[in-house]
């Protein structure tokens, strides 16, 4: 039998994979840890949509809201919407680089900017409701 050595199953060659800065480093994490992985970063996928939906309804809604603080809480949470995707990107790599290295898990700002501009998007919409 020949060295399996950097190889995976599908015969890919681990030294393949993109992103490179990721892969190439470190030895094959368990696998169950790679994919828990991903399953976050497709979660802040989801939410970015989910931020992105929710700019734009507060938008395009005919809220009683005080319409230049509508506007901003919706610039806001669109904003968000573009900006989680990338961190969740950075983020993913990361942790996987983390985990092939077995080295801790880095912090991550996402979760705390995410939860904060909710938070400031809803305080601009509940202003203003009770200032319309």
């Known amino acids: 039998m020949g060295d399996d050595h950097g190889v995976a199953a599908t015969g890919e060659r681990a030294d393949s994979r993109f992103p490179r800065r990721v ?3 470190g030895d094959e994490p368990d696998a169950r840890a790679s994919l828990a992985n991903e399953r ?16 734009v309804a507060l938008e395009a809604l005919d809220l009683d809201v005080r319409p230049g603080l509508r506007l901003t809480a919706a610039l806001l949470l669109v904003a968000l919407s573009a900006v989680a995707p990338v961190l ?4 993913w790599a ?39």
């Open 23 to 25: 892969y190439d480093v």
């Open 40 to 55: 976050t970063f497709l979660a802040w996928i989801r939410t970015g949509l989910a931020l992105a939906a929710s700019g």
């Open 88 to 91: 969740a990107w950075f983020r």
């Open 94 to 132: 990361a942790v996987e680089r983390a985990l092939r290295l077995r080295r801790p898990l880095p912090a991550s700002p996402l979760g705390p900017l995410v939860a904060l501009g909710a938070a400031v998007a809803a305080v601009l919409v509940l202003v203003g409701l009770l200032t319309a």
